[in-house]
């Protein structure tokens, strides 16, 4: 076998071998096959620019065409690089005919996951940003193939090297930290690498670091309505522990494992509860330890400020180690009548009890009902039956989920007995996308996504969403309104602060600073609503 050497990959960490392609004038002139091989070999014989003759045996290994034990390598001397051919997604033909080879691909491409950017130096990049389909579609095949079509149509951008946690992490090739990061959503420009397929996934290694487009910038908190409101946040704040409430008890079951990694966790997640100047917080995934004065939620109201205080239903709170919680700020805020649980039907034995309580402004009269739930994740660990995945969009655990949206909707504790109560809002986390079932039992009892009324989603544009998951962007967190309210809505949306962000930025992650801000405080958005009252 001869070619040039296009790019080399055999330093150390690299992938132990280097990439061959046919001279241009000497191709097969078949656009169905590929050109080029990647040479698994530690023999450091040549460069990039180098002609060489090999001889080896070639091999599939797990889908990687490759040469291997090689018996010889002879230099042939220099020869100009063959040109890379260009490219786009989606793709417009089978990648499989330019493995290995030359390319630069002809369009910007949008990162959509950044999961992995500090595991394994990579990020996923589509055409475009890609949104789940049960965001608008309803659940079924058609969804479910629009899913697997997103995975089919991205490009993984790697760093040409095997090891584990590269440090420092590869892009963006200014370096991460607190103030350069990449966004999902951002863009890049300038691709131009060696197409490859590793790890059951196509990627591209690049020639020369390709350019980063901040096109998903971060934004301040929305601000305040200009007439008098009420303004109410919800936030997953995945899974807020704080030990034993007095500066130990770490590791803790499901939050931080450290006190270094709790003091980082809190003061990001309340510089995004303040940031919105909100007046009521409807809040998910704290931890379960009661109301006393080391409990998380007193604490975290410590820690907001002595303005702020909490609602509380000793003995309702469920026995799972999370619930939800409600805090308001008592100089604008009055709680009327006491709080509530749903311990009743699916949540009598299981779940996360939703929470819900009357609340008016100091100074009127007008009341509102807000109730906080937090339904069954889509995590399929555990599942069986029908409540595993059934493929039509919707992940694991759906009927536990409709069972819960439908005891919820069922609730005569939904409605407030309040003469002057304008409705209610249920706010918080419901894991389900906007067409999903449990959505549709909750509309079909009155409620109305807000966020979804002011900014609609479609396949093409949805500019308000609270997760991401494996490259799909959508919404898990809403705020929805009964008829009477919504008129009395003034504004719903999200403040994309989490979501968007790599878990490398984490309270977790790579770097802790006290230079972070509210972002990647949570893996959720905030939904943020205003209410005339």
Known sequence: ???????????????????????????????????????????????????????????????????????????????????????????????????????????????????????????????????????????????????????????????????????????????????????????????????????????????????????????????????????????NLGNFFNGNGQGAGFPTPRGAESSAEFREQLQRLIQALQAPDPDILALAELENDGYGSASSVAGLARFLGNHWEFVSTPGSDGDGEIRTALLYRRDRITPVGSPVRLTDGVFRSRGRPPLAQDFRRTAGEQTVRIIVPHLKSKSCRGAVGDDQDQSDGQGCYTRRRVAEARTLANWPGAFSRETRSAGTLIVGDLNSYAREQPLSVLAGAGFTSMVHQFHPCTRANCPHYTYRYKGEKGALDYALASTSLRPLVLQAQTWLINADETRALSYRGISQSDQHGPWRSSDHNPVIVDLRL
């Open 1 to 235: 076998m001869e070619g040039i050497l296009t790019l080399d990959s055999r330093s150390q960490g690299g992938f132990g071998g280097f990439y061959l392609q046919q001279a241009d004038h000497q191709t097969d002139n078949d656009p169905a096959t590929s050109e080029a091989v990647f040479v698994y070999t530690s023999r450091n014989t040549g460069h990039p620019g180098m002609r060489l003759r090999i001889t080896g045996k070639v091999r599939e290994y797990h889908g990687l065409t490759e040469l291997v034990a090689v018996r010889s390598i002879r230099m042939c001397g220099l020869e100009p690089q063959p040109e890379p051919v260009t490219i786009e997604l989606p793709w417009s033909m089978n990648p499989e005919s330019l493995e290995n080879m030359r390319v630069i691909f002809r369009y910007p491409l949008t990162v959509v996951d950044n999961y992995n950017l500090a595991e394994y130096g990579e990020l996923a990049l589509a055409a475009s940003d890609q949104v789940q389909p049960t965001e608008y579609l309803a659940p079924g095949q058609q969804a479910h193939r629009l899913s697997a079509g997103h995975r089919q149509n991205r490009l993984l951008l790697d760093d040409n090297q095997s090891v584990r946690g590269p440090r420092p992490v590869p892009w963006p090739p200014s370096g991460l930290s607190p103030s350069t990061t990449v966004r999902a959503g951002d863009q890049i420009d300038r691709l131009a690498g060696i197409l490859d397929f590793r790890f059951d996934a196509w990627r591209i290694q690049p020639a020369n670091a390709p350019r980063f487009l901040a096109s998903n910038p971060r934004k301040k908190a929305p601000p305040r309505q200009p007439v008098d409101s009420v303004r109410v946040m919800a936030l």
